[in-house]
């Protein structure tokens, strides 16, 4: 079964530095995706960035980037240059393959609150 | 392009009312599928679609109803409300219903606060 572990529940950062938040995954997939969304105040759930496994380089969206080492099975989120908007939580995730009784939900980590300090 | 639209944004309900949840997507998806999101229990899939009239149950059933009879759509209903069923609802949508290896972006709409006293 697929499982993903974020192990800091939270982490403060000064603004307009940058910021790694941890991701490990377990799966027995050779091939496979992960993601990152962003959980504000406000409740919604917004995509930040995607990795696919046969990527052969690491995803980059705007001010955020996902260092994934394949052999740590680590994903990590890095946000540079933080702002105060970055205030959220967030969440880790890969995607049940659909099929064979497989719903093709999204797997969550616990996810990590990171607040952005002025 | 407004992307996953969900209306109410909240609600309040009394034990043993009705409703629905109204769900919708501009993006042509295949895969539509509602999460509940719990403190300390994560986001649980409730039930899910993979195309116009096809519906599934996920990990959390018991109490809802959906229907899909067009892409656009997927109405989550709450048959009897309870206090259990007290949480915030979101709806997600992808292109399809995982991508040959998981790879399919889900989006998800803004959520529904729900109360139920």
């Known amino acids: 079964a697929q499982k993903i572990t974020q192990t800091q529940p939270g982490m403060f950062v000064q603004e307009k530095e940058a910021v790694t938040l941890d991701c490990t995954y377990d799966t027995s997939d050779q091939s496979y995706g992960l993601f990152w969304y962003k959980q504000p105040s406000s409740g919604e759930m917004i995509f930040l960035i995607y990795q696919g496994s046969y990527d052969e380089q690491n995803a980059t969206e705007g001010r955020y980037s996902l260092n994934f080492q394949k052999a740590r099975k680590s994903a990590n989120l890095v946000i540079s240059a933080s702002q105060l908007g970055d205030s959220a939580m967030y969440f880790c995730?890969?995607?049940?393959?659909?099929?064979?009784?497989?719903?093709?939900?999204?797997?969550f980590g616990q996810g990590t609150t990171l607040q952005v300090k002025p | 392009n407004a992307g996953v639209t969900q209306t109410p944004k909240f609600q309040v309900l009394k034990t043993g009312q009705s409703m629905t949840l109204q769900c919708a997507q501009d993006m042509n998806h295949e895969y539509m599928s509602w999460y509940r999101q719990d403190p300390g229990m994560g986001l649980r899939l409730i039930h899910y679609?993979?195309?116009?009239?096809?519906?599934d149950q996920g990990e959390v059933p018991n109490g809802y109803n959906v229907s899909r009879s067009t892409t656009e759509d997927f109405p989550l209903r709450l048959l009897s409300a309870a206090p259990s069923q007290t949480s915030v609802y979101f709806c997600?949508?992808?292109?399809?219903?995982?991508?040959?290896?998981?790879?399919?972006?889900?989006?998800f709409g803004p959520g529904t606060r729900l109360t139920v006293l």
């Open positions: 995730a890969m995607r049940e393959v659909y099929g064979s009784g497989n719903t093709g939900k999204l797997i």
């Open positions: 997600a949508s992808s292109y399809g219903a995982s991508g040959v290896y998981g790879t399919d972006t889900q989006y």
């Open positions: 679609s993979v195309g116009a009239g096809i519906t």
